[in-house]
Nanobody, 125 residues
């Protein structure tokens, strides 16, 4: 099973930008769909962004459209999530996920089989 490992989180200020990374243990770019989810304290995990296998299509949650960019570097076996114009939030954990979707909507966590342990982003006002 492929094990994703996230990094890049940290403490930033409102309006700052941040790039999260997710490294996979092997090449998966043309095999699995990939996505980022996030979970704020006391809230359910929610979809952020998706990129199709091969990287030809991307899809974003309405709440982040225009402020988030998902991309991948197959040579580095790495998935990225760039966060711009960050808004004040507590310790939100961002998770990388990959899977075959198996007919699930790309925003549905049930379509993803492998999950990282998360990287935390805290945005101060």
């Amino acid at each position: 099973q492929v094990q994703p490992v996230e990094s890049g989180g940290g403490l930033v200020q409102t309006g700052d930008s941040l790039r999260l990374s997710c490294v996979f243990s092997r090449d998966i770019y043309n095999t699995y769909a990939q996505a980022w989810f996030r979970q704020a304290p006391g809230k359910e995990r929610e979809f952020v962004a998706h990129i199709s296998w091969g990287g030809s299509m991307t899809y974003y949650a309405d709440s982040v459209t225009g402020r988030v960019t998902i991309s991948g570097d197959n040579a580095k076996r790495t998935l990225y999530l760039r966060l711009d114009s960050l808004k004040h939030e507590g310790g939100t954990a961002y998770y990388c996920a990959l899977g075959s979707l198996a007919g699930q909507n790309c925003a549905d966590s049930a379509g993803y089989d492998s999950w990282g342990k998360g990287t935390q982003v805290t945005v101060t006002s």
